[in-house]
DNA sequence: ATGACTGGCCCTGCCAGA
């Protein structure tokens, strides 16, 4: 089973660029994110046509999170517990019911938390806290589960092209890794350094400054396991070719793959 | 050395992103 994550910035602006991924890699799961529209011009008869169910959560400009799966979506749960009144459009999260079992998979969009100084950054903390809290409950369970998407957060200075330059950044700030390495601690594993411990294993790389020609990126978008999700883990992939294209996102789609 | 982009929206500079 192959799970991948993808932070398309803007589902309009990257649909022929993902009909053509969903054909060519044809993923059991996509997780998206920043689809930066709402429902109502979400393409989702053509991403039915290609093959796939949709469980999606838009928003008007910013935003906005999406499931797709070849397989059916049950228990679909819409925005994390804990956010009432938050009306932003960042976590969808469904059970994926295949012939050989089911996996919980959740679409992920965490807060960016820049500029420091401004709410955004306490914003970015709670959806944290918030995030934490879901995922311990959701350990209790003692399914596979896959927490994937754009977490906007550095793990370590091996993430980063210049570390240097990211100090002081709401992705790399102390504080921000210590929540990220709280999650970690309730069990789940980061399957790209289950597999992988090398450097310069990049998903983002910005639009200005020539980023991506002089490799200047970021790990930023990830999959989480269960202990159940990651004794099942295969390997992943960074599909690193989507950046080289015209009009490219930002992100690149980065894929888990499971045992069956 | 510095700065370099892209997308959506209130349709046009501005906010947001990372």
Request: charged share 25%; proline share 6%.
């Amino acid at each position: 089973m192959r799970i991948t994550t993808w932070n398309v910035n803007s589902i309009r602006q990257r649909q022929a660029h993902l009909l053509d991924f969903l054909k060519e890699h044809a993923p059991d799961v996509v997780c998206l994110q920043e689809l930066k529209t709402t429902l109502d011009a979400f393409p989702k008869s053509e991403i039915e046509d290609a093959g796939y169910n949709v469980a999606a959560v838009g928003q008007k400009g910013f935003n906005g999170v999406a499931l797709l799966s070849k397989h059916p979506i049950e228990d679909v749960r819409e925005g994390l517990p804990g956010n009432d009144g938050d009306v932003q459009a960042r976590y969808v999260e469904g059970v994926i019911a295949t012939g050989s079992g089911v996996v919980r998979v959740a679409s992920i969009y965490l807060p960016n938390g820049n500029p420091l100084g401004s709410e955004k950054y306490p914003y970015k903390l709670a959806f944290m806290e918030r995030l934490i809290a879901h995922a311990r409950d959701l350990m209790r369970l003692e399914e596979p589960l896959v927490l994937a998407g754009d977490y906007n957060v550095i793990p370590e200075p091996r993430d980063a092209a210049d570390p240097a330059a990211w100090e002081g950044d709401a992705l790399f700030l102390p504080q921000t890794r210590a929540k990220f390495r709280e999650l970690l601690a309730l069990g789940l594993t980061d399957a790209l350094r289950a597999c992988d411990e090398a450097a310069g294993r990049y998903t983002f790389w910005d639009y200005q400054a020539g980023a991506w020609q002089r490799d200047k990126g970021i790990r930023i978008d990830h999959h989480l396991l269960s202990p159940q999700a990651a004794d099942r883990l295969e390997g992943v992939t960074i599909h690193k070719q989507e950046r080289a294209k015209e009009k490219p996102s930002d992100h690149v789609p980065v894929t888990v793959r499971l045992k069956a």
